[in-house]
């Protein structure tokens, strides 16, 4: 911590044991983000938040009510200069619009399958102070534009034309980190015992309140909750493309372990570059690392405003970085 500013985090690991959408990799992923949040990042054990859904690194589960309020309360809790950051490796996945025939918007899967979509990342950038700054990385699939409305940095629009492949297989034995919207509806139908084609008819029945923005209010609802958008400092580095999947990889070597492709780009990155990289560069690089492992059918974006695409990752300076 450096002139009294916070860094906090939330890390969220979604292996869904026990159930057919099983990962193996996930809770892997948010043990080895905190070892590189305290070693290199600047982060203080004790502001670190992990949720997991299994092993005895969490005290509560990564429920979608959990998740939110854990961002919920990092975010009241900061002020200017603050440094947040939410880390999520888990199953992503795509939700029709009721209004665009042809859209599709994204959503991560907690492990009780209370979607969190989006506009419910909108609404919490929103509420993030002047001064202080909230990076996302989403190591699921889809999850290109997981905050609604955020500017598109590198992404399919503005890169070409190797990024247009929608599937990505990747290597032998790995899984991707999908789950088809069909098969939530048809989990979430089973819990209500309700005939309705419309996912957020069973989410709210089940969830209430806790349910995603997207499916309680109506869409010209939320367009007023969030007024025209400006510049802010939400900034989203996505393991892949909206119409991506990312992968869920077995253990490779002798000591090696299940992981998330992205989260381990990342820390490969990091473990090669003694310095600051910036936002744009531990993108650009994590492409790279997968192109290198085989994984051509996945390419990791970055949203945010401008200023902040040249930023430090993680407001990691050359200062604090010889500290």
Known sequence: MENGKKRMALLVGCNYPNTQYSLHGCINDVVSMQELLMERLGFDKNSIELLVDEGPESKALPSGVNIKNALKKMIDGAEAGDVLFFHYSGHGTLVPSKHHLNKKEEAIVPCDFNLITDVDFRQLVNGIPKGASFIILSDSCHSGGLIDKEKEQIGPNTLSPTSQLSNNLGPKHSKLKNIPIES?????????????????????????????????????????????????????????????????????GSNGKAHGAFTYAVQSVFKAQQGPLSNREVVMLSREVLEQEGLEGQHPCLYCSDENADAPFLMWDDAESNN
């Open 184 to 252: 939530i509806l048809n989990h979430l139908a089973s819990l209500t015992n309700m005939v309705e084609s419309e996912i957020g008819a069973h989410l709210t029945a089940l969830f209430g309140d806790d349910a995603s923005l997207r499916f309680r209010l109506p869409e010209l609802d939320q367009d007023k909750l969030f007024g025209p958008h400006r510049p802010d400092s939400g900034i989203l580095l996505s393991g892949c493309q909206t119409n991506e999947t990312s992968a869920d990889m077995p253990p490779m």
